[in-house]
């Protein structure tokens, strides 16, 4: 069956603290565009909503806008941008980098499905 949807009408929005998410959801795939003010930081902005102290999503990611910095529980760290593909498991924390919005393209289905829901 083909499935077609645009990411201007998504099939839900889940709005947290200092950003958003915009889901859409087809046969196969959950896709998930998560936008992210300056100042958000994921166990202050989500982690809250989650009650995790780090985010247990697995996020297969694309760096559409701005840039993010990620840790993971065991120390493993990395900064993400523009044009950036990334596979981060779950066990982290996450942060705007700047002053610019960050917009995240991300594939797994975790996020469109779990993630900021209480």
Not at 1 to 17: G, I, S, Y
Not at 36 to 57: D, H, L, N, Q, Y
Not at 80 to 88: A, E, I, L, S, T
Request: aromatic fraction near 8%.
């Amino acid at each position: 069956m083909l499935e077609v949807k645009t990411v201007e009408k998504p099939d839900e929005r889940r709005d947290f603290p200092r950003g958003h998410l915009e889901a859409l959801h087809l046969t196969g795939l959950d896709f998930a565009v998560a936008t992210f003010e300056p100042g958000w930081r994921w166990s202050e902005s989500v982690g809250p909503i989650a009650g995790t102290k780090s985010c247990m999503v697995h996020h297969n990611g694309y760096v559409v806008q701005g840039r993010m910095h990620l840790i993971m529980d065991d120390g493993g760290e990395a900064e993400v941008g523009p044009g950036d593909v990334f596979v981060c498991p779950p066990g982290h924390d996450a942060w705007v980098v700047g002053d610019e919005q960050v917009v995240v393209h991300d594939f797994a289905g975790g996020m469109a499905k779990e993630y900021a829901k209480g």
